[in-house]
């Protein structure tokens, strides 16, 4: 392809908007810290969501009793220590508000390992109590101009019996309108949204929301919804197997909210895919694996179109909805395991993260892009069949880039893919160790970085021509800068064994 | 005084022998490690002790389902990830066997707000069988030479209905001997022991242990108790107030395994205190005051003589027993707060740990030291009374101290007391903030130093003399060092503004 | 003081704008950027200004011979991983141009141990080619948007023979003109200045200079000149005592330039006092003293309405134009000594860094501010006998200041002076000792901390009464914030020992 | 080969007893810090030799006049700082004692760019006191213990005329004696020796110093030469070309003082080969070739069986010799060049440090080693020639390796070569960048790190088959671990993508 000189658009950053974690009190984990901390450094994203701010293990909600009297206590303790620390690593709090404090909810149901209590609030005075204590609190401390910059959501996949067994829409509706006007009583300029529906839900489901929305009035400044694409689960102790649907069925949920919404009061908002993945699931080994990188590699990419932010669900496999991992390789949902070994789809963020401002073409397996010092960088990826039925090995990506002047321009690639940047494959060379040892965790670390390499290419006619083979399942970032020779006049590599005599 | 030249005899150092901690899974937190980095730094403990092992949270035993039959793993992931951990800070598990995971319990009974069930396993092979898992993977990891160094203990303070509800002596007396033959029989030289007797039990329940353990021939390595010195609970929101002992009592806790078992065929064990403070109650806000260093001050001087080791309970806040502690200051047991805060009884910790190899002499309220080096370092403490109702201040120690020859020495004294070293005032005169602002608390921080004085002082006849003032509360550590005049012969402080014109 | 509520003015930050430093190369040394750092984190400088970036050890103009025939080449490795760091650090150069390359110098003679050579070039094209070179690969690196930012001062002293043996100043006039229009033809943009005054140039110097710059139409962004107080030197081995003027002296030597200027062309420009201190000698010991810091006090308060920057003479004691320090307190220049031990000056600088934005009041002996949140910052001082022939102890000041509503304020006050904050006294006492051991190391670091207090005070008619009393040389600051009082109602610290029996 | 089961002999760790650095006071810096402390990381040096600490630049000698006397200091401000940076990252000190301070030499020759004066001392009484005041001075500080565990050089190559100008053998005879006999009178149990003979000494030169020690009976605890192998320089610009020879005429220098020696009274004496590399010119691009590795590769496995020691000349760029290195890569000694970027010499020997304490075989190109937990680490290397004129590709090291029991094994495997691990290849790719931007750095960074391998293969009879094919100059290092299969029953990648539906 020959790639033009002018920019056809910008490359959208809402890849990096926001990206998801394990429940809220996970974030006091030293893993996780540090995790975060790699993440950051490496990637950078914007914004962290993750469920569990009103549960028990964050502490906020604290009944007592004095005298034979009861009393109420809203303890930040655990709150504050996080969100210093999210803000001292350079993101920030996507706030989901849930779930019901156990003394506050309704009845005993709860979801997860870590038992989250699913039922609606028993008292709505307490719970909008509890709402406007814990956004004001907030902003007390952070300020109000930081905290507007903080969606709010409200609940999490209330379509589900899962986490609204109680429940019913109309009984989320309430619950939103609820939340939404106590939210914004406490300050108009915050931002409120939901529903946070579960991909399941049905397309009548956000109509009826954007109905009673509009009916009653209710404040409402983003919609968001999740997105996943794994079919029926298969379990086995520990894990979870399951079909894939294609990737591309990711775009279209993406887009479904747009869609449904058009001609509705909520037409115009902010869309927010609050959760997404391959798998729902968080020992699903496809997690895990060099497939998932390429697999995802065309979403991330293109989705940046569709949507305001989509949240890459999770950051680390610090996650405990099915309990404690039995495992470093299990399938969870991070682009971390424990221990911060990297995954390929690390990489794929990473080498997005790396990309320029400007898209200069795409194509089914790549994207050119420039930054405004000139600098070309591209992501190409082997097309990947979800059945895993066949796969594709030498796909040929051929591009004519322009870098200008100069005779010649200096690539870098860094790939990763079956044979490279593949910890998993490492581990299970090793004997899949459940708990390795500190020299195999020494080699897995190694084993998770890319395969890079570096050349010098011939600029003919103010342009490269790149011929990238990719192997199977192959995502890879490749560099090009135009070369400054600063070779000086008597360096000559022939000479580096002595003259002749 | 007129300290002798000769030393009178070792300064044991039993006090650093083991130090206590939260339940084994709040290892993990970023909060927990960051203080047991700062305690290793400052003081240096041997061990470390903690519930919780074999709780849920640690995540060892997990049961599963397949194919519609039971099955087990266990699981390291978390166990290894702690462990490697201490080791790399320098310090060792004294290892807690318990309490029971819930699917292996007889019953729901739990304790603590983290809900560890302490009912006795449903199935003694399953229970014999996790221990061994557990004993052999750690063996596996570390290595036998490493383990074999770690104290394991079964149980914890099995005479109180709270820890062990369902059962009796007798069935405790089963349990010990099950665990103790299990872990014998993977290693012989392996060291098992208990029964961590609380504080309460009754001078018979030692002699009845020590005489099954005679009858059936029970390995033992080592024999444990608690020691605490508070009343009755007067409990309020989040805490509780509580009378006090006095400190010796500590000291007649320690003795009485050693009087209880003369004569018994454990006369001859190691005694390990594995756990002791003021009260045992992790929201009793005498463990944060000033107070709580001068009356602990005695008796961690005083107890190497009558023990192996006693532990501290505990170097962190880090802590939830009682739930998410709803204050910066809420009396917990920490030597350090949320946030590493140095309280008071850190410091007691830090100075003790400055002090010498020998002691020189001692007295009702300091102790003089010094190294093979000669530094001189003396710890002297404000007599408390343990009511409350009086205070000492001004108390005076006068003491001639030899320091060899030399026309002065170096006096470096640090101190913390009522007014110095002292972060709880500091916070009560903000208004007791319960989660402080970043500015707070770096207020808190520095309010949390010891105040540190520096001069000279003549030498006369070998020896200085100091006369030292104890303010209330006061812990001081005085180091006397002798100088080495290196002044040259022309500096002159008195020519610092210029000769006059 | 009745404090007024409403702000008197804007509290200038031209203290902050620039610090000195020790020859250029230095900046590769370790202890150097580790003070650097230290320095960044608890003052925060905006610029950082050295001799030598021209000179032979900073490596930039390297003649060579190939095949008989001189070459020319110019090198910045060193210069690059120096500014690399600055701005790592968040600090920018001000830019000296000087001194000479040996191998283009017009003669021998040198400055300092480090032997910089300080004739004038011998082909001013060579001058003029290596200025081109220097400013234009800072460009390539940094981007023009950062390097405009940077002042370009041209040589240093250029009044003493010291710095300028070969020349007059009519040779000045040439070299400045020289290199401001090259430095101009890179980039218009970019500035520059001089002449880098010493404090002893006649009155007419400027005038001259002045006179130059407007006859010739020559560019100039920025006038700079150097403030010290210093008699003749009195030297002793490795040490120089020197009488010393008033401080205020300081303040009429910042002033000088825009007086002398009155109704030249170079009026209206900025002033940069580019180098200040008490002595100019890095050997003086007056550098070292807790009187240092409460003589510069008011002069560093008050000097930001008279100049643009003033800039400490040094922040280092790695310095080394009289050789290797020979001591650890030698009487360098530093803010820090060798290892970072802070001096009182540095406190001084710390404490002003913590000062508000808005000034209440200011007086003889004090500074009032207030930030944008509410919270006081005060400075005081002792006044000082610049003679050392009396000295004030007790000295008092009455401030009544305004904190808003609320019953009571939390001061926490830190302080140096004769007693506290001060190493070098510390060091005294340990006998001088030139290169101390490590554990006296540790013991100067703690000494040099300064004593902070807190407390809580009542507030009266939205007023606090501050009675400060300062000790000899005592420099302190007090900070007030109003107290939110969040102490529930069952806190009773009486109940601490539980209630009577 | 067949690996037999039963070790050969140990693998002398030899090459990790010492290691080369530029100038002493250069260790003030902090690029030479934070690559020593990478050094030490990854490969662990025991001891580090440099020039200069008696020379200027370290400040020890410092001569002053006071009321018109001369006077004499000795100043360990330096010293100690770079001492006690050493100790701190596990390295001491190979003390070589040199140059001569400026002050106390008998003429002005120096040596390199920082100008060593290298003339013999003008007063040996005041030679013998500065040797005395500083060996005395390191015991006070570091204590008897530790300084008697540094051997102590006498000087470097003075059969040179650029190191020893003014004198002859003779000369250096008394100087050595002096010098000896003056640390010998400190202590009887310090180390002390010499000559540190260049590699053109003749033969006779050391039997001469062998006759004068026993003549005279002249202390000395080992004997010391240094090794290079390159041929004439052929000069350019800031650079040196050379010829080689084959490198087993390194091995051949390091047996020659045995031979030589042979029975006089130093035959029994330990050997130190204190400097050793290819060329002996700190511009020579050679150092930084992948070749050089491979070159060096059978050395180091080798020599530990001929000397007791021999240092790599040197562990970093850092080093001024030849004046401010122009360029990233220059052709320097280090195993680093600046910034840290590891040439592949450094991995040579991270490889080395990563072999088993037992040789089981060893040949031509390879050696075969074991720990005593089992692991298997091979070292093999591609036969060079040293003429550059033809090479090897696709080299063959096949080996049949025991490992025991179990049914495959994890092999990991890292190389460096042409095509990896070869920061030179990417920089030359980059156009020679001399002093490469931020960006290229990090490119340079990664692409010296060497490319991983990993994967499991088969067991037989106890045995895995290795067939290694290496590339161009490649070094290799495979670790090969049974492994343990802890992969579960229900674990199956053919369900990655669930079952057929």
């Known amino acids: 392809m020959l790639v033009p000189e002018r920019p056809a658009g910008r490359f959208s950053d809402a890849w990096r908007r926001c990206v998801g974690a394990g429940r809220f009190d996970l974030a006091l984990r030293s893993d996780y810290r540090d995790s975060l901390a790699l993440v950051q450094q490496e990637i950078g994203f914007q914004y962290i969501r993750q469920h569990g701010l009103l549960s028990d293990g964050a ?110 829409q109309d ?38 929301f954007s109905a009673f929305i509009e009916d009653r009035a209710v404040p409402i400044d983003f919609v968001s919804r999740h997105a996943y694409t794994s079919g029926p689960s298969q379990p086995v102790p520990f894990g979870t197997y399951q079909t894939l649907m294609p990737a591309a069925t990711l775009l279209d949920q993406f887009a479904a909210p747009r869609q449904e919404l058009a001609g509705t009061a909520l037409a115009g908002l902010p869309v927010h895919i609050t959760e997404f993945s391959s798998s729902y699931r968080p020992d699903n080994p496809i997690h895990d694996t060099a497939f998932h990188a390429a697999y995802l590699a065309p979403v991330v990419v293109a989705a940046g179109d569709l949507v305001d932010s989509f949240s890459y669900w999770t950051f680390s496999d610090v996650f405990e909805e099915a309990g404690v991992p039995a495992s470093m390789f299990h399938g969870g949902f991070g682009l971390l395991t424990h221990r911060q070994i990297k995954k390929p789809t690390f990489h794929l963020y990473s080498f997005i993260s790396r990309l320029g401002r400007d898209v200069l073409a795409s194509g089914e397996s790549f994207v050119v892009t420039r930054d405004p010092a000139g600098h070309i960088a591209i992501l190409a990826w082997a097309p990947v069949d979800h059945t895993g039925r066949s796969f594709v090995d030498g796909h040929r990506v051929r591009l004519s880039v322009p870098v200008g002047p100069g005779s010649s321009a200096f690539i870098a690639r860094s790939s990763v893919g079956e044979e490279a940047g593949n910890a998993r494959a490492a581990w299970a060379a090793m004997g899949r160790p459940a708990s390795p040892r500190p020299r195999q965790v020494d080699a897995l670390r190694e084993a998770a970085e890319p395969v890079r390499t570096y050349r010098s290419v011939p600029v003919a006619g103010g342009r490269v021509e790149l011929d990238l083979v990719l192997g199977r399942h192959e995502v890879t970032l490749v560099e090009v800068s135009p070369v400054v020779d600063e070779t000086p006049p008597w360096s000559d590599d022939a000479r580096l064994f002595g003259r002749a005599g």
Chains 1, 2, 3, 4 share one sequence.
């Open 59 to 168: 502490g906020i909600y604290q009944p007592y009793t004095r005298g034979g009297s009861p009393g109420l206590a809203y303890t930040f303790t655990y709150v504050d220590q996080i969100v210093d620390a999210y803000l001292a690593l350079g993101v920030r709090p996507f706030i989901e508000l849930g779930f019901t404090p156990a003394a506050l909810g309704s009845g005993p149901q709860t979801v997860f390992w870590w038992q989250g209590n699913v039922t609606p609030p028993a008292s709505p005075a307490e719970w909008a109590a509890l709402v406007r204590t814990t956004i004001t609190h907030l902003i007390d401390r952070y300020g109000l101009d930081e905290v507007r910059t903080w969606p709010i959501e409200v609940w999490n996949e209330p379509d589900l019996d899962v986490f609204w067994p109680a429940g019913d």
């Open 171 to 208: 009984d989320y509706h309430r619950l939103y309108e609820l939340t939404a006007c106590t939210v914004k009583d406490v300050d108009a300029s915050l931002q409120v949204g939901g529903p946070a529906l579960s991909p399941g839900a049905d397309a009548e489901w956000l109509k009826r």
